[in-house]
């Protein structure tokens, strides 16, 4: 077609999880449970004012989300999720086909799609041999063009987290003009007390973004809700590029009344981390390589076989998520779902 840029033709495509009759899903990183009935009541109330365009500026949850964080409205951009708000980043940092984003490799497959779509130039920083962020090889490869940095804690898909004070030392060394983004999707799922939290270094650090998200532990991503808490400037910035009216009134409501049943959500989380634990054991036990989780999910370093555990996995009516050549990406779910996991993975041979 004519006038459709030549360039997307290699854009990488989004892979989406799949969902088949009978089997259960673990490539998506979802909590396998709805969300609690008060919050499908405040959804179904917010979808019956549905011939209404929702609050442009969802001004009810950015106050709701300032008075959780502790911070001000004017630092808040609430997107159609925090994918959404990547591409925003690109967009209010990059301009020129030069300028360049940065992000650890293996890492949040939207990261490089976002990045070719803003018409600018992807970096990629391989992790280290424990499939952590090498934070000093990507301080060292910033250059005048840098632009943007995505640093996700907890690594989609390797589910390693980055510590405070490596991070303030990375902070320290690409300096105040370069925007980093730090990407805790996972964040109510971090229990390592080294790990790095965001929003407690906002005020040192006005090029810092942090992006948090409704979709996981919150249950809600299926309604598309994410937001970034970061300076004012940028904030705004932000704002100004989102697609209007992208936040539908019912995410709006139903992160709201997600926020007031925190404490049932969030306790649903510790089952996790248990579990966690005990599948990763497992997985070990059986000879395979996988490193320590803070997230809802294991990483499973396979490199050639990916494809054919996968596939294997499949058969048993277990969806996984594998990134040939490297590896496979679980979702770690309920007591049972880990079960049928785990019968699927011991019967692969390793
Ligand atoms: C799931 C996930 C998100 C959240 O995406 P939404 O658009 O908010 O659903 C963001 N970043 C990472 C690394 C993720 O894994």
Excluded at 17 to 45: D, M, Q, W
């Amino acid at each position: 077609m004519t006038s459709i840029r030549p360039d997307l033709d290699s854009l990488p495509a989004y892979v989406p999880g799949r969902a088949v009759p009978g089997a259960i899903k673990l490539a998506s990183n979802e909590v396998p449970i709805p969300p609690p009935a008060a919050v499908l009541a405040a959804i179904a109330e917010a979808a019956a004012g549905g011939n209404r365009y929702p609050d442009l500026a969802a001004v009810a949850l950015t106050e709701r989300l300032a008075t959780e964080l502790g911070v001000g409205t004017e630092r808040i951009a609430v997107g159609c999720g925090s994918v959404s708000l990547c591409q925003q980043l690109v967009q209010i940092s990059c301009r020129e086909t030069t300028d360049e984003v940065m992000f650890a490799w293996r890492s949040f497959e939207a990261y490089p799609i976002v990045t070719q779509i803003g018409n600018a130039r992807a970096v990629t920083i391989p992790l280290d041999g424990d499939f952590r962020h090498d934070l000093d090889a990507m301080a060292a490869a910033v250059t005048p063009n840098t632009r943007l940095i995505f640093v996700c804690s907890p690594n989609n898909p390797t589910g390693t987290v980055v510590h405070r004070a490596e991070f303030e030392r990375f902070l320290a060394a690409v300096g105040p003009d370069v925007l980093v983004a730090l990407d805790e999707a996972y964040f109510e799922y971090v229990m390592d007390p080294e790990a790095v939290d965001g929003t407690r270094l906002l005020e040192a650090h006005p090029n810092l973004v942090v992006l948090r998200t409704f979709s996981k532990a919150y249950r809600l991503a299926g309604l598309r809700v994410g937001y970034a808490v970061t300076a004012p400037d940028v904030a705004t910035a932000l704002r100004k590029v989102c697609v209007p009216f992208s936040i539908s009134s019912v995410a709006q409501a139903g992160a709201i009344a997600a926020l007031d049943h925190a404490s049932e959500l969030l306790s649903a989380c510790k089952e996790v981390v248990g579990e966690r634990v005990r599948v990763r054991e497992a997985l070990v036990a059986a000879g395979y390589t996988v490193p320590a989780t803070q997230a809802n999910f294991v990483w499973l370093a396979l490199g050639e076989r990916t494809a054919d555990f996968a596939r294997h996995c499949g058969e048993h009516k277990v969806i996984v998520r594998p990134f040939h050549p490297d590896g496979v990406r679980v979702t770690v779910s309920s007591p049972e779902e880990n079960d049928r996991l785990l019968e699927a993975v011991l019967a692969f041979a390793p």
